[in-house]
């Protein structure tokens, strides 16, 4: 693989983990957004280094805060989200196969439509939630979650109007990234097998992601979340606009 196209790729996904540690989101969003956009990968090989790299980066987390995982709000999510993963996952290999385009424009619109959910996001606490809205955010995220390796900004939307506290709605939703990686990676054999290419990627950002996980968690009593979070939804949301500009282009 070329230094120029290796180098960014680890910029962007040192980044990226920092972001997911200090906020508790982000991570598949801003990989698979800044990879689409440069080109650096195609999608299909994007998601599965995103499901790799996050299970690795939210594992080496939960896995010493597992008392902290909100568990009924856990189950939930996923009974909502691992059937519409499947879907989403058919979609992905449905679009890729002719549909680029297309599938490029979907997925700013997406991300777009993720930042102003977390936009939206009440800033009034409201009482532990109705089950049905941990099914249905588990059912969008799954489906986003199935096509982009994102399954977060729905169940972040309804995990962070919760009354519980920053710390149970971070690990909740890091042990939610966590297993939906895994079932994620088990569906890639029945689908686009990735090639060496990507597996040299995904074994040369291991350590860098473990680096990066333990420097946010290093950093994160010293940084506002609030700042994290505008940085964030700045980015991903600068990113969906020109994805959609440069695709609509395109297909015109």
């Known amino acids: 693989m070329l230094l120029e196209t290796l180098l960014p790729m680890l910029i962007l ?3 990226a983990t920092l972001l997911q540690t200090l906020s508790g989101f982000g991570f598949g969003l801003m990989v698979v957004s800044s990879f689409t956009l440069f080109n650096l ?25 597992v008392a902290l995982v909100h568990r009924k709000a856990f189950i939930l999510i996923l009974i909502g989200g691992i059937p519409f993963m499947a879907i989403g996952y058919a979609l ?3 679009l890729s196969a002719g549909l680029t385009i297309w599938l490029n424009i979907l997925l700013g619109i997406a991300i777009l439509t ?20 941990f099914l249905v955010s588990g059912a969008l995220g799954g489906l986003l979650g199935g096509m982009f390796s994102t ?15 920053v710390h149970e709605i971070r690990y909740t939703l890091l042990a939610v990234f966590s297993v939906t ?16 290419t990507t597996m040299l990627s995904t074994l040369i950002a291991i350590p860098l992601i473990l680096v990066f996980t333990r420097l946010g968690r290093a950093v994160a009593a010293r940084v506002k979340p609030q700042v994290v979070r505008f940085v964030a939804i700045i980015m991903l949301a600068l990113s969906g606009f020109t994805l959609i500009i440069q695709n609509a ?4």
């Open 13 to 15: 996904l040192g980044f």
């Open 41 to 65: 990968l195609p999608l299909t090989s994007t998601t599965f280094l995103v499901s790799v790299l996050g299970l690795f980066n939210s594992t080496s987390i939960v896995a010493r805060n």
């Open 92 to 94: 992905l290999e449905y």
């Open 114 to 133: 993720c930042c102003l959910l977390l936009l939206l996001q009440s800033r009034q606490k409201v009482a532990s939630g109705k089950s049905w809205g």
């Open 151 to 165: 399954f977060g900004p729905p169940v972040v939307f309804q995990c962070y109007r919760q009354t519980w506290s």
């Open 181 to 196: 990686a895994l079932i994620r990676l088990a569906m890639v054999p029945f689908g686009t097998i990735p090639d060496k």
């Open 249 to 252: 282009a395109l297909a015109l």
